[in-house]
C-alpha cells in the first residue's frame, strides 16, 4: 500500500476548486465521461496499429447510480493504468514546477484548471471523495485503487479488477445530492454526451408491461456516436437534415435551408448550422448553436466562435482547433478564432449568394424569413455588406422582388428629385398608409413594403452606402413635396387668410397624448386630398433607431411631431375659409385693425429704442414698450378666441380633422363615436 500527498505546491486546491467552479459544477461528468470516451479511443487506436492484440469487445462506458451507497460510478474499457501511471497523471498535478500558481491564479478557476490540465479534479466539485479502481491493458498489469478524500492525501493499494480499464467512483457530497438523482443524470448526459463517439449506457432500456415501465436487459445508449454533422454531405438527403434539426429543437418548425461546414485546413471543422424561420425576437433565439469539441458538447454560447448576427442561427459546430480551457466552458480569443468566424461567415455567404443564383424564385419566397438575418449581419458586420449586397432583395408594395442594383434601375429616371437625389419610398404598413401609398403610385412612383423589424436601420445605413439617395416614409410629407420636382407652387391666400384657416384648424385639433400637431397651409391641386396628416422622416426615425441603439433614449421620451397640411385649392378648404370670412368678418375687422395698430406701434418702440444703448433707455420706454406687447397679445388672443368660436360650430371643419386621424389611425374612443354621430347628421 502506498501513501502520500499529491504533487500540489500547496495544500489549498480543493476548496479553490469547489469554490471557483461551484457554478460549473455540472461539467464533473461531462469531464468524467469524456476521459472515459478518450481512455475508449485510444485502445481502439493501439488495436488498430497493432500494439494492443486483446479483445476489443464491449466498450460502452457505463454511468451506474446507487443512491444507498450515495455513490456514482463512470466505468469504461480502455487502456487502463498502472500504479506508475496514476502517479503521473493523477498524483503529480503541478509538475510543471510552478511554485506560486494558487496565489497566481485564485481569482480565476477557470485559468488553473486551463494550465494545469485539472479536467479530472473537477470530480472533487461534487464529491467527498473518488476512487479509481484501474487495471492496464498491458500484460502482466495488476489492478490497483487509488483514493483521495479531497485533502492532498491519497492512498494507493491493490484491487480485485478481472477486466482493463478504469471505473472512477464519486462519493457524492451532502450538499450535491442532486447528482444522485436518475432525472438529473440523464439531463446532464443528454445535454453533454448525446453525440459522444463510443457508446454511453446508463441504465437499462424499459418497456410497458403488465400496466408499467419497467427494465429490460438491453442497456440504455444515450447517444449517436455518427451524428450527422459527421457524415459526406454528398450521402445525406434534405429529410436526413431536418430529421436531425428536430432531434435538436423538438418544438421548432422545419428550417428554411442548412449549410454543412466541412474544412480541415488550416483548421478542423465540421458542423451544420440551420436558417431557422423567424421574423423578430432577435435575442430570444440566441444560444442556439451548439458547439462541441470532438463531439463532445462545449457550450451554447459561441459569440466567439460566430458573428454576433450569426448567433441566429441554429445547429452544431464541432471543432478541436477552439482552444479551451479544461473545463470546456469559456472560449479563449485568439487568432485561430477569429480565423473560424471569418471562415463561416465566408462560407454562410457563398451559400446564401448560390442559392439566390440557383434558385431565384425559391429565394424570393424565404426572403421574409431570410431578411432579418442579412440585415442584422450588414448592420453589425462593415465586410458583410459586401459579400451580401448582390442577393439582398428589396421587396415593393405589389409583392415584386428586386436586388439592390434592379431597383435603382426600376426608379432612377421617374425618382430623382430637382436636386439630383434619388429618393426611394417605402412603407412600414400597407394598411395603415394606403392612401399614401396610393397618392405616390398615381404619380407613378414605386414604393417599397419595409415592414421588418430591422429595416430602419438598416434604411439609415443604405443612405450611407447609395450615393445621392435618400429614404423617405410615404406618410413623412405631402408626395409633391418628398420628390420635388419643380419649385413648389405658393398658395394664392394672403398671409392674414392662410394665418386666420391655420388658427381656424389648430384651434379645433384634439389633445393626443405624446402628440404635438403643427398647421400649415399648401397649395396641393384641387384634386388632392383637403386635409393631410404628415411626421417627421428624421424625428420618427431617430425615434425608431433608439429602441435599438443605446444612447439614443432621449429620443424615445419626446413627443410625436405631426403635421396637418390644409390644401388651400381644394373647394371645401376654400368654402371653410369663405364661410369663415362671412360669419366671422365684422367681428375681425376692429380686432384686425387695432392689431395692425398696436405692431405699427411696436416697431416703432423698437426701432427708437435700437438706436439708445440699453443704459440710455428709461423706466417709461421700457414700460411702454411691455404695454405695448401686452396689448398686442391680448388683440390677437381675441382673434384667435372669434376664429376658435366660429371653428368650434363648423362641421364640415371637425369632419375634415377627424377624416385626417382616422386615415393615420389616430381617431378612437369618445372622438370616433361623434365622428360617427356627425357623419350620419351630414349624410
Given amino acids: 500500500m502506498q501513501k502520500g500527498n499529491i504533487g500540489v505546491t500547496t495544500e489549498n486546491i480543493f476548496p479553490v476548486i469547489k469554490k471557483f467552479l461551484y457554478s460549473d459544477h455540472e461539467i464533473f461528468l461531462r469531464e468524467m465521461v469524456s476521459n472515459a470516451v478518450d481512455a475508449t479511443q485510444k485502445i481502439k487506436t ?63 478557476a477557470n485559468a488553473i484548471i486551463g494550465h494545469f490540465g485539472l479536467g479530472f479534479y473537477s470530480a ?67 445535454k453533454y454526451c448525446k453525440f459522444m463517439p463510443v457508446p454511453v449506457a446508463f441504465g437499462k432500456k424499459t418497456e410497458w408491461k403488465d400496466g408499467k ?164 449581419g450588414m448592420l453589425s458586420q462593415e465586410d458583410f455588406y459586401d459579400r451580401a449586397k448582390d442577393f439582398t432583395l428589396f421587396k415593393d408594395v405589389d409583392g415584386q422582388y428586386f436586388t439592390l442594383d434592379e431597383y435603382k434601375t426600376l426608379i432612377k429616371d421617374n425618382q430623382t428629385d430637382k436636386d439630383g437625389q434619388l429618393i426611394y419610398l417605402y412603407a ?50 405631402i408626395i409633391d413635396r418628398i420628390i420635388v420636382k419643380e419649385d413648389i407652387r405658393k398658395s394664392e391666400l394672403d398671409n392674414d387668410q392662410a394665418d386666420n384657416l391655420s388658427s381656424a384648424f389648430r384651434s379645433q385639433m384634439p389633445k393626443i397624448e405624446k402628440a404635438e400637431f403643427s398647421v400649415e397651409v399648401q397649395a396641393l391641386g384641387e384634386n388632392a386630398l383637403p386635409v393631410m396628416i404628415t411626421q417627421s422622416e428624421y424625428m420618427r ?29 381644394h373647394k371645401l378648404i376654400k368654402g371653410i375659409l369663405d364661410d369663415a370670412n362671412a360669419k366671422c368678418g365684422e367681428a375681425l375687422k376692429p380686432v384686425i385693425s387695432e392689431i395692425k395698430g398696436q405692431q405699427a406701434r411696436l416697431s416703432a418702440l423698437h426701432q427708437n429704442q435700437s438706436k439708445k444703448k440699453p443704459e440710455e433707455v428709461t423706466q417709461e420706454e421700457k414700460d ?22 366660429y371653428a368650434k360650430e363648423n362641421k364640415i371643419l371637425h369632419q375634415l380633422i377627424d377624416l385626417a386621424l382616422l386615415q393615420n389611425g389616430m381617431l378612437k374612443g369618445a372622438a370616433l363615436d361623434a365622428f360617427i354621430k356627425r357623419s350620419v347628421t351630414l349624410i
Avoid at 496499429?49 to 460510478?73: M, P, S
Avoid at 469504461?76 to 503529480?92: A, L, P, S, V
Avoid at 405695448?628 to 381675441?638: I, Y
Fill in 46 to 108: 493501439l488495436k488498430e496499429k497493432g500494439e494492443f492484440q486483446g479483445d476489443l469487445g464491449d466498450l460502452a462506458v457505463r454511468i451506474t447510480l446507487d443512491e444507498k451507497n450515495k455513490t456514482l460510478t463512470i466505468s469504461d474499457r480502455g487502456i487502463g493504468m498502472t500504479e506508475e501511471e496514476i502517479d503521473k497523471y493523477i498524483n503529480q498535478i503541478a509538475f510543471s514546477g510552478v511554485n506560486d500558481f494558487l496565489n497566481k491564479y485564485k481569482d480565476n
Fill in 428 to 477: 412600414t404598413d400597407k394598411e395603415d398608409q394606403y392612401s399614401y401609398i396610393e397618392a405616390a403610385k398615381e404619380k407613378g412612383y414605386s414604393v417599397l413594403l419595409l415592414d421588418g423589424q430591422l429595416d430602419v436601420p438598416t434604411v439609415s445605413m443604405f443612405e450611407q452606402k447609395f450615393e445621392k439617395s435618400r429614404f423617405m416614409r410615404v406618410d413623412s410629407d
Fill in 624 to 645: 411702454d414698450l411691455a404695454n405695448t406687447e401686452k396689448a398686442l397679445d391680448e388683440q390677437r388672443n381675441k382673434k384667435q378666441q372669434i376664429i376658435a368660436d
Fill in 124 to 190: 472533487f466539485m461534487v464529491s467527498d471523495k473518488v476512487e479509481i479502481i484501474t487495471r492496464s491493458y498491458k500484460d502482466g498489469s495488476k489492478a490497483v485503487k487509488w483514493s483521495c478524500d479531497g485533502s492532498p492525501s491519497f492512498e494507493i493499494d491493490e484491487a480485485e479488477k478481472a477486466d482493463r480499464g478504469s471505473d472512477i467512483v464519486l462519493h457524492i457530497a451532502d450538499d450535491c445530492k442532486e447528482f444522485l438523482e436518475k432525472n438529473r443524470i440523464q439531463s446532464l448526459l443528454d
Fill in 541 to 569: 426615425r431617430m425615434k425608431d433607431i433608439s429602441r435599438y441603439q443605446s444612447g439614443m433614449s432621449f429620443y424615445a421620451q419626446m413627443p410625436d411631431s405631426y403635421s396637418l397640411v390644409l390644401n388651400s385649392d
Fill in 213 to 376: 415501465q419497467v427494465e429490460t436487459e438491453e442497456d440504455n445508449i444515450i447517444n449517436d456516436m455518427e451524428p450527422l454533422w459527421t457524415k459526406a454531405p454528398s450521402t445525406l438527403k434534405d429529410e436526413d437534415y431536418k430529421k436531425f434539426y428536430h432531434e435538436l429543437y423538438p418544438m421548432q418548425d422545419d428550417p428554411l435551408f442548412w449549410i454543412h461546414l466541412n474544412v480541415d485546413y488550416p483548421f478542423n471543422l465540421t458542423g451544420i448550422l440551420y436558417f431557422p424561420r423567424i421574423k423578430s425576437n432577435i435575442d430570444l433565439q440566441r444560444n442556439k448553436i451548439q458547439l462541441y469539441c470532438n463531439q463532445v458538447f462545449v457550450t451554447d454560447q459561441v459569440e466567439g466562435i460566430v458573428p454576433d448576427f450569426l448567433t441566429l442561427l441554429h445547429g452544431v459546430i464541432d471543432s478541436p482547433d477552439i482552444p479551451l480551457n479544461v473545463s470546456r466552458s469559456y472560449l479563449q480569443s485568439d487568432r485561430d478564432v477569429k480565423k473560424i468566424s471569418t471562415y463561416i461567415t465566408k462560407k454562410v455567404a457563398d451559400r446564401l449568394n448560390g442559392i439566390f443564383k440557383e434558385d431565384r424564385k425559391e429565394y424570393e419566397s424565404k426572403w421574409d424569413d431570410l431578411k432579418l438575418f442579412i440585415n442584422y
